[in-house]
């Protein structure tokens, strides 16, 4: 049974850098691309970033874009979330998700295609 935690949410000022982190647990993890979601009040979730596990081919939300990176490291279980400049349209609950079969660009953004969801971590950028 795969799980995913969690961790590195918080309250920063807007320009600040924070990075969230996700531990997997219960599975190969290198059979599983990655990716980040967030879901801000009122708001639908919303594709971040991905990773795919056959050729760690990487997306982003064009939001984001040139200012986040996701990266993971396969000795520790973990995929992290960098990001940079921070604005206050970036608050939001922020969850990891996993998925065995997803690898292209379309099945990597979408909320639907992931099986595996972490309880998410909250990220509150101040203006």
């Known amino acids: 049974q795969v799980q995913l935690v969690e961790s590195g949410g918080g309250l920063v000022q807007a320009g600040a850098s924070l990075s969230v982190s996700c531990a997997f647990y219960?599975?190969?993890?290198?059979?599983?691309?990655m990716a980040w979601f967030r879901q801000a009040p009122g708001q639908e979730r919303e594709f971040v970033a991905a990773?795919?596990?056959?050729?760690?081919?990487?997306w982003y939300a064009d939001s984001v874009e040139g200012r986040f990176t996701i990266s993971r490291d396969n000795s520790r279980n973990t995929v992290d979330l960098d990001m940079n400049d921070l604005k206050p349209e970036d608050t939001a609950v922020y969850y990891c998700?996993?998925?065995?079969?997803?690898?292209?660009?379309?099945?990597?953004?979408?909320?639907?295609?992931?099986?595996?969801w972490g309880q998410g971590t909250q990220v509150t950028v101040s203006s």
């Open positions: 990773m795919s596990y056959t050729d760690g081919s990487r």
């Open positions: 998700a996993a998925d065995s079969w997803a690898t292209s660009h379309r099945q990597l953004t979408s909320t639907a295609r992931f099986k595996h």
């Open positions: 219960g599975g190969t993890f290198t059979h599983y691309s």
